[in-house]
């Protein structure tokens, strides 16, 4: 049965780092704080370079036709009990003799185990309380695809983090992993520029709530979310990203005991319009990360963990027996893995395969730079969601990687989940995800044996079965396939802790409610519906999210 109570307060046994008070003594002089409000007709007066009128200025590209139905935080209301009737039980086939003694296997009583979301895919409020524009806003205010809304509405969650919060106390989740949003905390994401208090005001109560309702946040400092003018490849994105960690960090580092600096930036260098590389955000992304790990551990001195969060859906041969089809595997790890993944955990050089490659524009790190790099992440964190296959070009990856202007150049990697018999390797979802739980074990045993962290956390996993939204409210609340998803990949997580001995320190379920999944609502992740028509946002559980927690109270140790 899944536990249905809200569990006691958190105390923590040990300061992380020195109260805001204290740690604000370590943050750059002359700083100064604003609160802007954004008049888009403000643009010509001349009230200085941080004024409004250079505000409104920031915003005149984006324009949001949506306006957000309401601007006051919801205080939370109670979940009633009716919410919380545990779903028909689940059919549990007898146990193969292979899968016999996963009863007896156990997760450690400090498994870190919960949800995760982003704060663009559900806070709504964007031109709201001084926040400034990010890069995002330029797809997210286009009429989304699904036409239902835009991201200024997306799921109120900045008036309604509150109740999100209660509901996931509610149904028993000791975790929740959010970000914060930049341009909230510093509107135009430079250096020296002003620090919006209704900003840092606003996740300073987001991370109390969760603290009062004994739910321990993880902190992701940027999820895609980049200011509008800093994207990775300006040369101002490390400092840059420096000067805002420094504010949250001094402000929340006493609370917060995991830090994940950047989500995913190691497929945020491909350029999604031409499907090439931006090679001169790599060490970029290298310097802003590892120096914001630096100032936590030296300057502030917090002794809580950071880390750095890859996507990764693991590429396997396709065919095991061709060595051509094995180097094509390992080569897309390279790129997607090993270039951020050397230095970081490793503090061994991009890799080979990679920086061999007639096209690709990296320039060696020096053994400086490899030292400064070495060992900026206390474990390693990645969003396995899926696996597929990895296969040579047709011309060979030698021919490819030669060629400039061959159409495969510089990955010369071909992916596919059509297994070499014909049959998909999984389940299908609405997007690339496949229910592949054969390769869960892989996907951790790789990382471990290749980066050889001091233990792997499943940063989000989750699934969006097909057209989901086109079912009636009833049939997308009773979503076995996600439950399905994620019980199997679990049972092989089990797996790969007892007869691999994989260090698997946690697993976080994306999303904790159906969100925008970059200009769509139609991709639903979600363990929770989202109710975007009757003008409340009323959030109610999927059947997933009680079996969810109900794996982790079976499996979790006492
Ligand atoms: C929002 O903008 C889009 C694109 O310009 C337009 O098609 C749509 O009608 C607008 N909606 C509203 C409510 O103004
Ligand atoms: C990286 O740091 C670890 C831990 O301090 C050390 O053992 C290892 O030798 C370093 N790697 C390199 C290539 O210097
Ligand atoms: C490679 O990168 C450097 C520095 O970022 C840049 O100046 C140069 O133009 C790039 N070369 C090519 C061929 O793109
Ligand atoms: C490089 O690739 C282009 C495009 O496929 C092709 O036309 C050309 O012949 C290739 N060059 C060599 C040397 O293979
Ligand atoms: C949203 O709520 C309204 C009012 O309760 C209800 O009629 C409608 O079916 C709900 N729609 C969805 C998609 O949840």
Request: charged share 20%; aromatic share 14%; proline share 8%.
């Given at each position: 049965m899944a536990h249905l109570i809200a569990l006691s307060a958190l105390c923590f046994s040990a300061a992380l780092a020195s109260p805001p008070g204290q740690a604000s003594k370590l943050l750059p002089t002359g700083l100064t704080t604003t609160s802007y409000s954004l008049n888009r007709d403000a643009t010509t007066s001349n009230d200085g370079q941080y004024g409004q009128s250079a505000y409104a200025s920031l915003w005149a590209s984006i324009t949001y036709n949506t306006s957000v139905p309401f601007t006051t935080t919801a205080s939370p209301?109670?979940?009633?009990?009716?919410?919380?009737?545990?779903?028909?039980?689940?059919?549990?086939?007898?146990?193969?003799?292979?899968?016999?003694?996963?009863?007896?296997?156990?997760?450690?009583?400090?498994f870190i185990w919960g949800v995760a979301g982003s704060a663009f895919q559900i806070e709504g409020g964007l031109q709201q309380d001084g926040r400034g524009p990010g890069a995002l806003d330029t797809i997210g205010s286009l009429p989304n695809?699904?036409?239902?809304?835009?991201?200024?509405?997306?799921?109120?969650?900045?008036?309604?983090?509150?109740?999100d919060i209660a509901r996931l106390a509610a149904i028993g989740l000791p975790y929740y992993s959010f970000s914060i949003s930049w341009t909230?905390?510093?509107?135009?994401?430079?250096?020296?520029?002003?620090?919006?208090?209704?900003?840092?005001?606003?996740?300073?109560?987001?991370?109390?709530?969760?603290?009062?309702?004994?739910?321990?946040?993880?902190?992701?400092?940027?999820?895609?979310?980049?200011?509008?003018?800093?994207?990775?490849?300006?040369?101002?994105?490390?400092?840059?990203?420096?000067?805002?960690?420094?504010?949250?960090?001094?402000?929340y580092g006493d609370r917060v005991e995991y830090w994940a600096t950047l989500n995913e930036p190691n497929i945020g260098y491909q350029n999604r319009a031409t499907g090439g590389y931006i090679w001169d955000a790599v060490p970029n992304i290298l310097n802003g990360h590892a120096s914001v790990y630096h100032w936590y551990k030296e300057v502030l001195k917090g002794t809580g963990q950071i880390t750095i969060k890859f996507a990764n859906n693991l590429a396997v041969p396709l065919?095991?027996?061709?060595?051509?089809?094995?180097?094509?595997?390992?080569?897309?790890?390279?790129?997607i893995l090993g270039i951020l993944g050397n230095p970081i955990f490793l503090g061994t050089q991009y890799p080979s395969e990679v920086l061999s490659t007639a096209g690709v524009n990296l320039t060696a790190l020096t053994a400086t730079k490899l030292a400064y790099f070495n060992g900026t992440a206390d474990f390693w964190s990645f969003d396995p969601y899926t696996a597929g296959f990895a296969t040579s070009p047709s011309n060979g990856i030698d021919a490819c990687a030669a060629n400039t202007t061959d159409p495969n150049n510089p990955y010369c990697v071909i992916?596919?989940?059509?297994?070499?018999?014909?049959?998909?390797?999984?389940?299908?979802?609405?997007?690339?995800?496949?229910?592949?739980?054969?390769?869960?074990?892989?996907?951790?045993?790789?990382?471990?044996?290749?980066?050889?962290?001091?233990?792997?956390?499943?940063?989000?996993?989750?699934?969006?079965?097909?057209?989901?939204?086109?079912?009636?409210?009833?049939?997308?609340?009773?979503?076995?396939?996600?439950?399905?998803?994620y019980q199997a990949f679990l049972r092989e997580t089990l797996k790969s802790i007892y007869e691999d001995g994989v260090n698997v320190i946690g697993a976080l379920g994306w999303s904790f409610q159906d969100n925008d999944e970059f200009t769509s609502y139609d991709q639903q992740y979600g363990l929770q519906h989202v109710n975007r028509t009757n003008g409340l946002f009323t959030r109610s559980f999927k059947r997933s999210i009680f079996d969810f927690v109900d794996f982790f109270h079976e499996f979790v140790e006492k």
């Open positions: 209301t109670p979940v009633v009990s009716s919410e919380l009737v545990f779903p028909p039980a689940l059919y549990t086939p007898c146990p193969s003799s292979a899968d016999a003694c996963i009863s007896c296997y156990k997760l450690p009583k400090d695809t699904d036409g239902l809304a835009n991201a200024e509405v997306s799921n109120m969650n900045y008036y309604l983090y509150k109740q909230r905390i510093v509107p135009f994401g430079t250096v020296g520029s002003p620090i919006n208090e209704a900003g840092l005001k606003h996740y300073d109560d987001v991370i109390n709530t969760c603290i009062q309702y004994g739910i321990k946040p993880i902190v992701t400092l940027v999820h895609v979310d980049l200011p509008l003018a800093i994207p990775y490849e300006n040369p101002e994105f490390p400092d840059a990203l420096l000067y805002y960690a420094k504010q949250v960090m001094a402000r065919d095991s027996n061709n060595p051509d089809d094995t180097r094509a595997a390992i080569r897309y790890q390279d790129y992916n596919t989940n059509v297994q070499n018999d014909g049959w998909l390797n999984g389940q299908a979802s609405f997007a690339y995800a496949y229910i592949a739980p054969q390769y869960v074990r892989q996907q951790l045993g790789y990382v471990w044996d290749v980066y050889k962290p001091k233990g792997v956390l499943i940063a989000e996993f989750g699934f969006n079965p097909y057209m989901e939204f086109t079912k009636t409210v009833e049939a997308q609340l009773y979503d076995l396939e996600r439950t399905y998803y």
